[in-house]
């Protein structure tokens, strides 16, 4: 019998990390899965798609530029998805209808929380950015019940949106928005969700929102330590952590949606740190 077909769409996606990471999930779990990457027309993502199933592939992941685009096509989307604004998992339905699913926000909080043991509830957390990636974790970050939310982003109306839209989301948390020119005192856990550090920049924050005991969380991944976890280093971050845990913990949900099986992440994040 041959393997059920999965993939990651993108433009580019051949630097993609998504093919190494399922294939350890299909060893580690003995489901039958082959995962390979596509890098589909700038112009035609939807046709890419579309031609996907038709050819009996079971499920897609979604990369940069086209996370929007899949939330769109979608004929249902899950919950977190639909709050989210972007997807990054599809799959089909029963009945052959596209479904969207976003797995970025789990994958954040499992990796703070389960890998990293940083509780979120009752803490007090910056995030720094509004686009596209911070919107996919919000949800999920609010649903730990932190103390406090403050959303700091370049443009301020951005942020103030976001605040806006999951205000419902909040409870109890605090949610805020503001330039980065105002959060002036420490935070329990400060979050960067800026694609600042792609261009090796840094948010013009003040260091006085990094105290003793705080955590830093940079959503990019890279060989060596990201710019903006360097800069924390530097004004005594007590820890800081980049984004690969959870992109492996995204991967993880997705190969859940798709096959009912949760794998295990600690020795696939090892194994992708040392390849
Ligand atoms: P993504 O999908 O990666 O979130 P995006 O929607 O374009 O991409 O959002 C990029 C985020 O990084 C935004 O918050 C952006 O700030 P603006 O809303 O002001 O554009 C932020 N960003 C990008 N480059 C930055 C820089 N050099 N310094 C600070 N923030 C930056």
Known sequence: MSNDLYAVIGHPVSHSKSPRIHSLFAEQTGESVEYTAIQAPLEDFEGTVRHFFEQGGR????TVPFKEQAWALAYRR????????????????QDGALVADNT?????????????????????????????????VLGPLLAEHPSELVLANRTLSRAETLAALFAPEADETRLTACGFDQPDSPFDVIINGTSASLKGDLPPLSPNVIGDGTVVYDMMYSLQTTTFNQWALEHGASQVFDGLGMLVEQAAESFRVWRGVLPGTAAVIETLRTD
């Not at 499920?59 to 979604?62: C, S």
Request: with cysteine; aromatic share 2%; proline share 0%.
């Open 104 to 136: 970025d926000g789990c994958g954040i909080v499992r990796d703070l929380v389960n890998n990293h043991g940083v509780d979120l509830a009752g803490k007090r957390i910056l995030v720094l950015g509004a686009g596209g990636a911070v919107r996919g």
């Open 59 to 62: 499920g897609l992941n979604v």
């Open 78 to 93: 899950t919950e977190r998805a639909e709050k989210a604004g972007a997807a990054n998992t599809l799959f089909q339905d």
